[in-house]
């Protein structure tokens, strides 16, 4: 009889132990007329913004192979307005892509406050700097693999340039 009773009581326990995802959670495409994984050659590393307040600059980053891995868009937000922004850019993003915790291979911010939305692979952050009189939005698209790559190049790059500093500085002493 214990057993039986046992039985259960296990499956129940396993069964709360697991993650469970939010519902209805959709892939981020990207913002600002840029998309995550396309292939773009032109230099968009940086832009100026007037199309979508509270962002006014936008920032873009491109794997070697130029495809774009990261979109970021930042923004500033006086502060009679901090509190209806910020309601309208988390309801926007949440109804578009769905609104979950942070997972392993999102982005991390020491921003006051941060959302995350989309998909784990295909996500969306919204940071939130709240300076009191004004604060500091930053809206974040990224494709975790394709960002993998990048900043693993980008490291590759920092040691290569790292190597050439040594010996030019080895040849001069």
């Known amino acids: 009889m214990k057993n039986l009773l046992i039985l259960p009581l296990a499956i ?3 069964g709360c132990s697991q993650e469970v995802a939010p519902p209805n959670l959709k892939p981020a495409n990207g913002a600002f007329g840029y998309f995550l994984g396309a292939t773009n050659t032109d230099d968009i590393a940086y832009q100026i913004n007037s199309d979508t307040p509270p ?3 936008i920032f873009t980053d491109k794997t070697s192979a130029g495809r ?7 923004g500033t937000v006086q502060q009679g307005e901090i509190y209806d922004t910020k309601k309208r850019l988390i ?3 949440a109804e578009k892509y769905g609104e979950r915790p942070r997972g392993l291979g999102d982005t991390a911010s020491i921003a006051d406050e941060v959302h995350y939305f989309g998909t784990s692979n295909r996500a969306v952050s919204l940071a939130i700097s709240d300076y009191h ?9 990224y494709d975790t693999d394709l960002l993998t790559i990048y900043r693993a190049e ?4 920092d040691q290569l340039d790292e190597q050439k500093k040594k010996a030019a500085l080895n040849h001069d002493l």
């Open 55 to 57: 962002f006014s600059a």
């Open 68 to 74: 774009i891995c990261r979109i970021e868009g930042v």
């Open 133 to 141: 009189t004004n604060a500091m939005m930053t809206v974040e698209y």
């Open 91 to 93: 309801g926007v993003l």
């Open 12 to 14: 129940l326990l396993a």
């Open 154 to 157: 980008q490291c590759a790059k």
